[in-house]
Nanobody, 117 residues
Framework: QVQLVESGGGLVQAGGSLRLSCAAS????????MGWFRQAPGKERELVAR???????YETGSVKGRFTISRDNAKNTVYLQMNSLKPEDTAVYYC???????????WGQGTQVTVSS
């Protein structure tokens, strides 16, 4: 069974940067489509960015130009580089993978990102 482990969250001032990492177990990581989601208190979980197995990327409008998703298949890791952070980016960030379906069916435990004003 594939496991996803996020790291890199923390407390940062507005305008600062963080890089989240998501390490995956399994030998077929390169074939997975991966995504980063976030959930702020009282809000629904939302897609932040995604990357396909062949490297195509998408970032949602509110983070476009500030966040970048990437992957290193040799390290079984997907990254989310977050620049120019804003207080409204505060949330628990989750890594997810499409393993056995067209939906995100495998999730990490989440990592807290807090941006202070």
């Amino acid at each position: 069974q594939v496991q996803l482990v996020e790291s890199g969250g923390g407390l940062v001032q507005a305008g600062g940067s963080l890089r989240l990492s998501c390490a995956a177990s399994g030998r077929t990581f390169s074939s997975y489509s991966m995504g980063w989601f976030r959930q702020a208190p009282g809000k629904e979980r939302e897609l932040v960015a995604r990357i396909t197995s062949d490297g195509r990327t998408y970032e949602t409008g509110s983070v476009k130009g500030r966040f970048t998703i990437s992957r290193d298949n040799a390290k079984n890791t997907v990254y989310l580089q977050m620049n120019s952070l804003k207080p409204e980016d505060t949330a628990v960030y989750y890594c997810a993978a499409k393993i056995q379906s067209l939906l995100y069916d495998t999730w990490g435990q989440g990592t807290q990102v807090t941006v202070s004003s």
